[in-house]
């Protein structure tokens, strides 16, 4: 069968005909093509999405651990945008599935990797999202105060903030790009003014040099890289809300500016918290302490996952079972775990992107995508004459 162009609008499943019909169909509510009148997502919302995704403790973190380690403040801005720019180009052109044709990510990988191995793919991401979601949510125990109780009281206050609809999500990217990046800005400058200015670290050499340096440049780079790979695989689950094909292009200069900004952050706090306090203190969470002193996994089962109860089982198991807190103990911990997300979504996101832009040019049969049968059902054929 050959495979057809279908049209952006055309998303519906075509009915089938009982004499030809698979024995069933591999969907749910949650899976199926997004319909028309949830088309939300423009340019300005993903600008908004990645404002409030990069100016994060996270990529603060990420770039001050880098620095910390010994390279010099010039080493670590480039590296984190050349990182920047490993993570913003896959994810444009892989955002163009969900945006041409409104799929989600555990069926567009269907056609890579065929009707049953694509389990692998969504599972693997399933996994990092749950460590990701415990992270961030350990993040934000610390905020309210150090200890276990704080971080039941972060998970009973975000938890109602979990179940809002993805194509719905623009007011709270609105509310945080709004808070957040100004009380960042604050922070920095307050550091910086008691540190008595930050410029000097520019002008101060790698306390690493040879082969160490590029050892570290390289395993640097592919940690900052690696803590958002899993969104070069996964985009078109909010890209499948674009109102217009073109929207996820605004991701590739955005996702550059916000982390490279929110990484500079880091890097001048971290240099300016060795002179204030003595160490190295590569979270902003640790300089707030000196203050005080102190889903995807709805495609594995569908007919019993959807996406609330998916994001009660990451909330669950990722939360706790994975025991985020220990990943976020140091600098270096950090990093390591950061570094092995590229191992598994580099691979797919790279797959993903040349299977549909090279191998079949943005063609994609998308009912064929729901048929577990279909021609993206993928087997070994044996050669008879063998």
């Avoid at 990701?132 to 971080?151: E, L």
């Avoid at 100004?182 to 670290?201: E, F, Q």
């Avoid at 306090?277 to 959807?306: A, H, V």
Wanted: with cysteine; proline share 6%; aromatic share 14%.
């Amino acid at each position: 069968m050959a495979m057809r162009l279908i049209h952006r609008k055309r998303w519906a499943l075509p009915k089938q005909d009982s004499s030809i019909a698979p024995p069933h169909v591999w969907s749910n509510a949650d899976q199926d093509p997004v319909p028309p009148e949830k088309w939300t997502w423009t340019g300005w919302t993903f600008t908004q999405y990645w404002l409030s995704d990069l100016v994060t403790v996270s990529t603060w973190s990420a770039a001050s651990s880098a620095y910390a380690s010994g390279l010099s403040a010039t080493d670590t801005v480039l590296l984190t945008l050349a990182a920047a720019l490993c993570n913003a180009i896959p994810t444009v052109l892989n955002g163009a599935v969900g945006a041409d044709l409104h799929i989600p990510f555990p069926v567009a990988i269907r056609a890579s990797y065929g009707t049953y191995f694509g389990y692998f793919c969504v599972a693997s991401r399933a996994v990092l999202a749950m460590f990701w979601f415990g992270i961030q949510s350990s993040y934000g125990g610390q905020c309210v105060t150090p200890g276990m109780i704080s971080y039941v009281i972060y998970h009973v206050v975000q938890t109602p903030f979990l179940f809002i609809p993805t194509h719905k999500l623009q007011y709270m990217f609105i509310f945080k790009s709004t808070l957040v990046p100004p009380m960042a800005l604050a922070m920095v400058i307050w550091i910086s003014v008691k540190a008595g200015g930050g410029s000097a670290m520019f002008h101060e050499p790698s306390t690493v040099h040879g082969a160490e340096r590029a050892w570290l440049w390289l395993m640097n780079m592919t940690s900052i890289t690696g803590g958002f790979s899993t969104l070069a695989v996964n985009i078109s689950d909010f890209s499948r809300f674009s109102k217009k094909p073109g929207s996820p292009v605004w991701q590739l200069p955005m996702i550059p500016l916000f982390k490279v900004i929110t990484g500079l952050f880091g890097i001048i706090a971290a240099s300016a918290s060795k002179q204030v306090y003595g160490i190295i203190l590569w979270s902003p969470l640790q300089i707030i302490d000196q203050w005080q002193g102190s889903s995807d996994m709805t495609t594995m089962c569908p007919k019993w996952f959807n996406i609330k109860r998916g994001m009660i089982m990451c909330m669950v198991l990722g939360g706790w079972a994975l025991c985020p807190w220990i990943i976020i103990k140091s600098g270096q911990t950090f990093l390591s775990f950061m570094g092995a997300y590229s191992i598994f979504m580099a691979p797919i996101a790279g797959i993903l992107c040349c299977d549909y832009w090279l191998i079949k040019r943005r063609k994609y049969d998308v009912p064929a995508l729901y048929d577990p049968r279909g021609i993206y059902y993928y087997k070994v054929i044996k050669n008879s004459s063998a």
